[in-house]
Each structure stands twice: as structure tokens, then as C-alpha cells.
């Protein structure tokens, strides 16, 4: 996946989360509104299906699209791909942000890799887990590591 289409995903994501829309129409608008001009019904489509978003009921009973992270509860069976909605790193640390209140499940699976597969150590709050490798490892290997293991495409 290229960095636009990544930013693009991530966008999509921030704003189905926050807003309320019932149609593409909507959603294209608000992401034009973002900066993204070329932006055609046909991609938002396809970038929804593949987010699993779907038109859900809201408390006024109009539909409304919602992402499937919004209406599951993280329990240890769920896939770290449904949990974890996105990782990077900086010069220190791997950060990896969660759907809510599923960093703590995150993080005990991360805690149990331990440092031979190079985790120094892991704290893990509501949504967020900070990560440090240890001395022998890197930011980075460390970063290829988790998105190695949960499956995140480039």
C-alpha cells in the first residue's frame, strides 16, 4: 500500500470515528474538505469494504456508517489486525495505537514476546502501547517486527 493511500486509510478511518455520515457522498465531501481532491465514490467504495465499515443504525435510527471496531468489545480471541489500528516508531520507542480499551490485551501478548525478540519493555494504556527494544535490537527492527507480526502491508 503507498504512503498517500496509507494517510488516505487513516484519514477515512479518524473520520467515520468521529462523524456521523449516511452516504459516500458525505464521506467524499468531508475528504475533499481534508485536501484530498481526487477523490471518486468508486475509491471511498472500495477502501470501506476493505475497512469492513457498514451502514449501521445510530440511537435515532438513522443509518449511518460505522467501522467494526466501533461496535466489538477487544477480548483475548480478537486478531491483533482488528485491534490494532496503527503502529510507528520514533527514536526511541515503537508506539502502536489500539481500537479502545484494547492496548492492554496488545500489550500482554507484546510483554510475552520478551526481550529475545527484542522488547525491552511495553507499557500499554487505554489505546496506545509504548514499546522499547532492548540494547541489541533497534526502533526499527523492532517496528518491522510488530508489523511482521501483525500483517500490515506496505
Excluded: W
Amino acid at each position: 500500500m503507498r504512503v498517500l493511500d496509507k494517510e488516505l486509510v487513516h484519514v477515512l478511518k479518524m473520520l467515520i470515528t468521529e462523524h456521523q455520515f449516511s452516504s459516500q457522498g458525505e464521506i467524499i465531501e468531508a475528504l475533499k474538505e481534508k485536501g484530498y481532491s481526487d477523490i471518486n465514490q468508486s475509491k471511498v467504495s472500495r477502501i470501506l469494504h476493505n475497512l469492513g465499515a457498514v451502514r449501521t443504525r445510530n440511537a435515532r435510527k438513522e443509518l449511518k456508517y460505522a467501522l467494526p471496531q466501533e461496535f466489538q468489545t477487544p477480548s483475548i480471541d480478537s486478531s491483533l489486525a482488528t485491534l490494532i489500528t496503527e503502529v510507528d516508531y520514533n527514536d526511541c520507542l515503537v508506539i502502536i495505537k489500539t481500537t479502545p480499551a484494547a492496548a492492554q490485551i496488545v500489550a500482554r501478548l507484546m510483554d510475552s514476546l520478551g526481550r529475545s525478540s527484542g522488547i525491552l519493555g511495553c507499557v500499554g494504556g487505554d489505546d496506545t502501547i509504548f514499546l522499547t527494544p532492548t540494547r541489541e535490537s533497534s526502533v526499527e527492527k523492532l517496528y518491522e517486527l510488530i508489523t511482521d507480526l501483525i500483517h500490515i502491508q506496505e
